[in-house]
């Protein structure tokens, strides 16, 4: 089953949509759904599956690359990038860095502060604690 096929974008949530499928895509290769060496859906399948535009998924696309998640191969598609090529962001193995990781990604690409993004984990970590009480 395609992984990115349950993906639905939030035309609300104020992210821009080539980042919600840059993070989706990283997020599923940093989880492990996709491993290295698996195909990607092309450009123009992963559009039309999404009802984007084809220039939105290959921006999301090149800056995948730039950050080493992906490789592409001319007249053979789009791969998941081996472990070792892959950078600083994947390169600790426990799933729930990856999570930290792509939350902190997520809020730098809304335009959050680190400050503001710490005070948002320390609050709903709050919250919970209020919760189990």
Same mark, same amino acid.
């Given at each position: 089953?395609?992984?990115?096929?349950? $993906?639905?974008?939030? *035309?609300?949530? !104020?992210?821009? /949509?080539?980042?919600? /499928?840059?993070? &989706?895509?990283? *997020?599923?290769? !940093?989880? !492990?759904? *996709?491993?290295?060496? =698996?195909?990607?859906? %092309?450009?123009?399948?992963?559009? +039309? =599956? @999404?009802?984007?535009? *084809?220039?939105? +998924?290959? &921006?999301?696309?090149?800056?995948?690359?730039?950050?080493?998640?992906?490789?592409?191969?001319? #007249?053979? #598609?789009? $791969? /998941?990038?081996?472990?070792?090529? /892959? #950078?600083?962001? @994947?390169?600790?193995?426990?799933? +729930?860095?990856? @999570?930290?990781?792509?939350?902190?990604?997520?809020?730098?690409?809304? !335009?959050?502060?680190? =400050?503001?993004?710490?005070?948002? +984990?320390?609050?709903?970590?709050?919250?919970?604690?209020? %919760? &189990?009480?």
């Amino acid at each position: 089953m395609n992984p990115l096929a349950s $993906f639905e974008l939030d *035309y609300n949530s !104020g992210l821009p /949509v080539w980042i919600q /499928v840059k993070n &989706r895509i990283a *997020y599923l290769i !940093g989880s !492990g759904e *996709y491993k290295a060496g =698996d195909q990607l859906p %092309t450009v123009r399948s992963l559009a +039309v =599956d @999404l009802d984007i535009s *084809y220039n939105t +998924v290959n &921006r999301a696309y090149m800056d995948l690359e730039r950050e080493g998640y992906i490789s592409t191969r001319k #007249g053979r #598609g789009t $791969f /998941v990038a081996e472990r070792h090529a /892959v #950078g600083a962001a @994947l390169a600790a193995d426990n799933p +729930v860095e990856l @999570l930290a990781d792509d939350l902190i990604r997520t809020c730098a690409n809304a !335009g959050m502060a680190d =400050d503001d993004i710490l005070a948002l +984990v320390q609050a709903r970590l709050a919250q919970k604690s209020l %919760t &189990r009480a």
